[in-house]
């Protein structure tokens, strides 16, 4: 089957780094997209990776390993209103989207 | 950038009728647009596929006379939710992508629809 596995919850300080990690079991693969959403709104998109590293994006930073089904996000000077879930979503065969719950972050002052 | 234009943002209907959202891409032609429902804490649930010009492709489990889509342009997709109950409220979003099969997605702002 396909499934996403990340953190329900993390807390950070404001100021600080925070890594978000996900696994991941697809059926194939076509990348994997880190979406950011504020509670009651939308995602938004916030990277893909569709080959192994690390690809930087600002404060943002998202890295991958295909072989081992695995990426993070690194939010780096954590801002208060990087509070939010972090949605990380891989692409199966069939280019769609996997869904997982997402991780919930909340940054303390 | 790539915006989703979802209208609208909070609707409220009586049990027994019907809503429709719109979702626009404003400055792209999206051929394929896509609708998601989200309860609350919950990961999105992809619920069909909207191609333009042509009927719409339902996941198993979604209701497809229930919840009409309608994606008459290029850059207008419409969901329908007919004869709506109370466990029809939901947060609905639409989304688009305006290049190949791994382009990033854009959502629209999702509306909240609450059913009496």
């Known amino acids: 089957g396909q499934n996403i596995d990340q953190p329900t919850e993390m807390t950070a300080t404001e100021g600080a780094i925070v890594q978000i990690n996900c696994t991941y079991q697809t059926s194939g693969f076509n990348g994997l997209f880190w979406y950011q959403q504020h509670a009651g709104e939308a995602p938004t998109f916030l990277s893909y990776?569709?080959l192994d590293g690390l690809e930087e994006k600002g404060r943002f930073s998202s890295f991958l390993s295909r072989s081992k089904g695995y990426s993070y996000l690194l939010l780096k000077e954590l801002q208060m209103k990087d509070s939010a879930s972090y949605l990380c979503a891989p692409m199966d065969s069939n280019y769609q989207l996997i869904w997982g719950a997402g991780t919930k972050l909340i940054i303390k002052p | 950038g790539a915006v989703v234009s979802q209208h609208p943002s909070r609707v409220i209907c009586k049990s027994g009728t019907s809503v429709k959202i719109e979702c626009r891409s404003l400055?792209?032609?999206?051929?394929?647009m896509f609708w998601y429902r989200q309860f609350p804490k919950k990961s999105l649930m992809l619920m069909a596929t909207?191609?333009?010009?042509?009927?719409?492709?339902?996941e198993q489990g979604v209701e497809k006379d229930k919840f009409l889509i309608n994606h008459a342009s290029l850059t207008l997709s419409t969901l329908t939710v007919t004869s709506a109950h109370p466990e029809d409220s939901s947060f609905y979003i639409c989304?688009?992508?305006?290049?190949?099969?791994?382009?990033?997605?854009?959502f629209g702002n999702g509306t909240r629809l609450t059913v009496t």
């Open positions: 909207s191609n333009e010009g042509s009927k719409a492709t339902y």
């Open positions: 400055d792209f032609q999206a051929t394929t």
């Open positions: 989304s688009a992508s305006y290049g190949g099969d791994n382009s990033p997605l854009h």
């Open positions: 990776n569709v």
